[in-house]
């Protein structure tokens, strides 16, 4: 059974704004240009780092708004430019086919090092699973909109403007037979009703750029309040804007996927002298 959607109050808004704001380091955006100086947010990823190699998390279709076949990230100083050698599962299919609409950019190792100097890097231990509704259970879909990120791209004098959509009551998935539990999850977004500071009713940025992003779980003790750690339970994949509801693949297709990445890196799809940092120009 559906729930509708509340406004959180003041204080609530503030004690989740807390928690869930230092993940902003977790979403990187992605661009293309547009135009000759200009560029635009065409979807997040999630640094992640395994034991041998680092990869962007985000959804199948954003490879497809890559230009030329190269990623064009925000690093901690400028852009960086990098062919997108990446694994991914399918998206947009018809039925039985399930959408499951997640990709893994491998990163370069000079990327990686330029990207340690502002970003956090997610790790297999920090990954988590979607659970039943409890009203102590959030979730923050944390991406990079691009309404908030289409000046200046690049994480240098804090360019790069994260933004967190909070919500934790589910919403039904769409009835295409595409996505499905437990691959899925809808989860309501409550773009104009979060309550802001003091009280205030605020909008929400529209959420074009933040597919691909991070949805993270943060769960609040019944007895103490004290927060659990956060753990990426899955990746936004869609929004759903007549039925206010976020599409979420689970983090175990976004796990499969980032191994799947590893085994062509070892297999050698992935060369030395294509996985490498190219100059993006002004």
Not at 41 to 67: F, M
Not at 125 to 145: D, H, I, Q, R, S
């Amino acid at each position: 059974m559906e729930t509708k959607i509340k406004a959180l109050d003041s204080e609530s808004y503030e004690r989740l704004a807390t928690l869930f704001r230092p993940l902003g380091t977790r979403a990187c955006p992605l661009y293309r240009r547009v135009g000759r100086r200009g560029y635009e947010v065409v979807g997040t990823g999630v640094p992640v780092r395994g034991q041998k190699y680092a990869a962007l998390l985000t959804a199948s279709h954003v490879l497809d708004e890559l230009e030329g076949g190269h990623a064009l990230i925000a690093g901690s100083q400028k852009l960086l430019r990098f062919p997108a050698i990446a694994a991914r599962f399918s998206h947009s299919r018809p039925a039985p086919v399930v959408d499951v609409d997640v990709a893994a950019i491998a990163l370069p190792a000079a990327a990686v090092d330029d990207l340690e100097q502002f970003y956090e890097f997610t790790t297999a231990g920090e990954l988590g699973e979607f659970e039943e509704y409890n009203k102590l259970t959030f979730y923050g879909f944390v991406g990079c909109p691009h309404s908030k990120n289409r000046d200046k791209p690049g994480a240098a004098q804090g360019a790069v403007k994260p933004y967190f959509y909070i919500t934790r009551e589910y919403g039904a998935l769409p009835a295409d037979g595409q996505k499905r539990r437990p691959v899925h999850v809808a989860l309501q977004a409550p773009l104009r009703t979060v309550s802001g500071p003091e009280g205030r009713i605020v909008s929400a940025p529209d959420p074009h750029g933040i597919s691909g992003c991070g949805v993270w779980k943060i769960k609040l003790d019944p007895v103490t309040a004290a927060a659990s750690s956060p753990v990426l339970a899955g990746i936004g994949i869609e929004y759903h804007a007549h039925e206010r509801v976020f599409i979420a693949t689970s983090s175990g297709t976004a796990a499969a996927i980032v191994t799947e990445l590893w085994k062509q890196l070892d297999e050698g799809i992935a060369r030395s002298t294509s996985l490498e940092l190219r100059e993006c120009k002004p």
